[in-house]
């Protein structure tokens, strides 16, 4: 899978950048995770997908991110 960023494994000799950048993946990550889990509430059939194409996931992904923008914009009137 191409444009992954993985953390650093802990081997007991990070360097102070390699544990600085481990702390913002994870919390990036959580950020990421509670969007997916907000996405998945709202759009249940999210749960029950299974997808082989990258394409395919992204698209739909994006798809649930726009419709949940459009609610929260329709909300705010």
Do not use: W
Request: proline share 3%; aromatic share 8%; hydrophobic share 40%.
């Amino acid at each position: 899978m191409t444009n992954v960023l993985t953390p650093f494994k802990d081997n007991g000799h990070l360097t102070p950048q390699q544990v600085r950048y481990n702390v913002r993946h994870a919390s990036l990550r959580s950020s990421i995770e509670r969007a997916f889990g907000i996405l998945k509430a709202k759009f249940r059939r999210l749960n029950y997908l299974d997808v082989q194409s990258l394409q395919t996931a992204n698209l739909i992904v994006a798809a649930a991110c726009t419709l949940h923008n459009f609610t929260l914009a329709r909300e705010e009137r």
